[in-house]
């Protein structure tokens, strides 16, 4: 689950993220990165370079997020949950930070070390680290299938914002399609002889998913490493340690016995460092940079398909017809706000900095 998202109409400022020149290293999809100076780059190669990553970017992120929600499913078998997701993060940030500041040579200013810090803490803390911690309550498909709401909150925070953007009646019919089915899952006590599923895990979700839409759009407004790699990096210290506190406080520490880890948890958990974190964060990350909003916004549709089918092939999980019934409800309401032609812009009552202004 890995940033970060503007909203809707997020084309100009991901436009002029793509444009940026960067001194030394361009990044691109998988490491080693392109060792060019930025100046010299022509216009046209840095377009077929855009053309060449972006699928398979966008498929990293359809299929390795996917599976992501059966991972952390099986990782906190053996491991409690604000824990396990320490584990991860820890690993992604002490691995990767050292080696790409030196392979890089950037060094991170104090304004990029606030944007990743408050990023992290928001993304991995607190919404991945809820997800884990709702896992414990509600199965891994329906939990993939609540976040899918992300979409929704993007589109609801980037009305609300400052210069954001009117929803057409296609969006506004999608939105309460989206909240239709969250009700029908977490709402009548019993519908077609399945019962609900846990309101304390779904209202973590929720909030989660909320949060998510918020540290995304704060995200492009504020300067962030050339590297999306180091990024990910400075965000997996921030939010590991913000998580470690987390479990601390939260008492997981008592029942945290690193050698009562079974083998299933921690192939699972390097599992979500390699594939999750690494190659589909940086996935995410960089079709942010390089496509338009409403494109990377599929991701949320797609995700919670590959969820749903792994939870039921690999953990057993129910697909009960409520769950089928509100998993058309919600992905036919997320299908409708991410093809929805763009609203008209509200006009803002001030500038709204773009990518890398304080």
């Excluded at 780059?41 to 398979?56: D, T």
């Excluded at 400075?234 to 079974?262: D, K, P």
């Amino acid at each position: 689950m890995p940033p970060l998202n503007r909203g809707y109409s997020a084309n100009m400022v991901l436009e002029a993220a793509a444009n940026r020149r960067y001194s030394g290293i361009v990044p691109v999809m998988s490491p080693p990165a392109i060792e060019v100076e930025a100046p010299h780059i022509p216009a046209k190669l840095s377009r077929a370079e855009s053309s060449r990553w972006v699928p398979i970017a966008f498929i990293a992120v359809y299929i390795l997020w996917g599976s992501t929600y059966i991972g952390i499913r099986i990782g906190i078998e053996t491991v409690p949950p604000l824990a396990m997701v320490a584990i991860r993060h820890s690993l992604v940030g002490l691995i990767l930070y050292p080696f790409l500041r030196w392979k890089t040579g950037i060094r991170p200013t104090r304004a990029q070390w606030i944007t990743t810090a408050v990023t992290g803490v928001l993304l991995l803390c607190v919404a991945n680290g809820g997800l884990s911690w709702a896992e414990t309550r509600v199965p891994s498909g329906i939990a993939a299938l609540l976040l899918a709401t992300i979409s929704l909150w993007l589109v609801i925070l980037d009305w609300l914002r400052p210069g954001g953007t009117r929803p057409v009646p296609r969006v506004l019919v999608g939105l309460i399609l989206g909240f239709l089915g969250l009700a029908l899952l977490v709402g009548p006590a019993t519908v077609g002889g399945a019962r609900r599923i846990d309101p304390l895990g779904a209202g973590v979700l929720m909030v989660g998913a909320f949060v998510w839409a918020c540290a995304s759009i704060y995200s492009k407004h504020r300067p962030m490493p050339a590297s999306p790699l180091l990024s990910i990096a400075m965000q997996s210290l921030a939010g590991g340690a913000a998580l470690w506190i987390a479990a601390l406080v939260t008492g997981e520490f008592h029942s945290l016995h690193f050698a009562s880890i079974s083998l299933r948890s921690w192939m699972a958990i390097w599992y979500l460092v390699v594939f999750g974190s690494g190659m589909g964060f940086t996935a995410y990350v960089y079709i942010l940079k390089k496509s338009t909003a409403a494109k990377v916004a599929t991701y949320g549709f797609v995700n919670p398909v590959v969820a749903l089918f792994l939870g039921w092939a690999i953990a057993a999980e129910t697909v009960t017809l409520r769950t089928a019934i509100a998993a058309a409800v919600i992905l036919t309401a997320v299908i409708l706000v991410i093809t929805a032609p763009h609203g008209v812009p509200v006009k803002p009552a001030e500038p709204v900095p773009e990518v890398g202004e304080p």
